[in-house]
């Protein structure tokens, strides 16, 4: 009777012809392959997911840091007297030879705290800040070689020597910066 259909609820024969013994069918071994198939290339997704991923913040990083491929002049007094109005400079001149924005102008270290900023050209479109720090947001286009000057109107709260930085951000997070120091004195009586 090798020509027989094998009922329901028999076991399926084996590639001898003779029926599996209850529960050794083809299904558990495949089972079992599966889930080992599956934890090797899983184990190999999670490898490879962990190494797209420190690829990306690798490759952030290296974009925050990579080159600004702009020109960064900061132009400010070495001195100057409190309350009496200076202005600060900053010069960025593009040359990656593609349009650009210049996101955000930052003003860190004890500077950032010592002056008053009265007014800005262009004017910003925001401003954030907090002990140490002052960021100026502009979002202003910069053309392919353009150059594009910020004025800030800067007035001193006290005497003494301060010192900090002044960091440039365009829209894709690189960003560079120029150390600044000014010492103020006291008001002049007049």
Same mark, same amino acid.
């Given at each position: ?19 599996? =013994? ?27 997911? /962990? ?31 409190? =309350? ?15 349009s ?22 262009p004017?910003q ?14 979002y ?9 000057? /910020? ?16 960091d440039?951000y ?21």
């Amino acid at each position: 009777m090798p020509n027989e259909i094998p009922t329901v609820g028999s076991p399926a024969p084996n590639s001898s012809g003779e029926p599996h =013994r209850s529960g050794s069918g083809p299904v558990v071994p495949m089972i079992i392959g599966a889930v080992i198939f599956a934890t090797g290339c899983g184990g190999g997704l999670v490898a490879g997911w /962990f190494a797209g991923v420190a690829n990306q913040i690798t490759g952030s990083i290296s974009g925050a840091f990579g080159p600004f491929d702009a020109d960064l002049q900061v132009d400010a007094p070495n001195t100057a007297t409190v =309350r009496e109005p200076f202005e600060i400079e900053v010069t960025i001149t593009d040359t990656s030879g593609s349009s650009r924005t210049i996101s955000t102008i930052d003003f860190n270290g004890d500077i950032a705290d010592a002056v008053s900023i009265t007014a800005v050209s262009p004017a910003q479109s925001g401003l954030s800040s907090s002990p140490g720090w002052a960021e100026y947001n502009f979002y202003e286009p910069l053309d392919a070689y353009a150059t594009q000057t /910020f004025v800030f109107t800067v007035s001193a709260n006290q005497p003494g020597t301060f010192t900090g930085s002044i960091d440039v951000y365009m829209e894709d997070f690189q960003s560079d910066s120029r150390p600044i120091t000014i010492s103020v004195s006291a008001e002049s009586e007049d």
